[in-house]
């Protein structure tokens, strides 16, 4: 039996910098309501900067959610919902990483928590990439150090690396290209 799930009303419960925060009223089945939470966010993009040698350029930040330090590729959120992914991944390798990249070449689009945000990073790989200057956000402080994959499939499988978007895109990328260089 496939139930009917209709939205009744959207509340808007906070407005942040990143995310809006609303609370829907949803009928099921028409005869009784559900108070579901929805986090909208503008979406994001995201890359795998890869040296010429293989290696996997990554940045360590700290992420406050988590109160330590991650290891990640580069990512960034979409400076508006209309923004093409592909020029946020050129924008966000360039400011966190120094490096620039005419081969952008789309991996992966992710929804990262379905059950209540729909948030959505589309995840580039770069390749070729040119020595530019590194254009931090004034509350960015990262650190850069380039892995080999399979270095990174070991930190993903201890346990060290769990950001989703990284886990993810490294695995793909791992798939996609490894057995074509």
Request: proline share 2%.
């Amino acid at each position: 039996m496939s139930e009917q799930i209709k939205r009744l009303k959207r509340e808007l419960k906070f407005k942040g910098s990143i995310i809006d925060f609303y609370q829907d009223t949803m009928e099921i089945n028409g005869d009784h309501t559900v108070i579901w939470d929805f986090i909208k966010h503008k979406g994001a993009a995201a890359v795998v900067p890869v040296l010429d040698d293989g290696r996997i350029l990554m940045v360590r930040q700290f992420r406050n959610a988590l109160d330590r330090y991650t290891l990640e590729i580069p990512a960034g959120a979409l400076d508006a919902e209309d923004e093409p992914g592909r020029d946020c991944a050129a924008r966000e390798l360039e400011e966190e990483t120094g490096y620039r990249s005419e081969n952008l070449e789309w991996l992966i689009t992710l929804r990262t928590t379905v059950a209540f945000c729909n948030e959505r990073i589309e995840v580039y790989v770069a390749k070729n990439l040119i020595p530019s200057k590194q254009h931090l956000d004034e509350d960015e402080f990262v650190e850069l150090k380039a892995y080999t994959i399979d270095e990174l499939k070991e930190k993903i499988y201890s346990g060290e690396i769990e950001d989703a978007k990284t886990v993810s895109s490294l695995l793909a990328y791992d798939v996609k290209y490894r057995n074509k260089e």
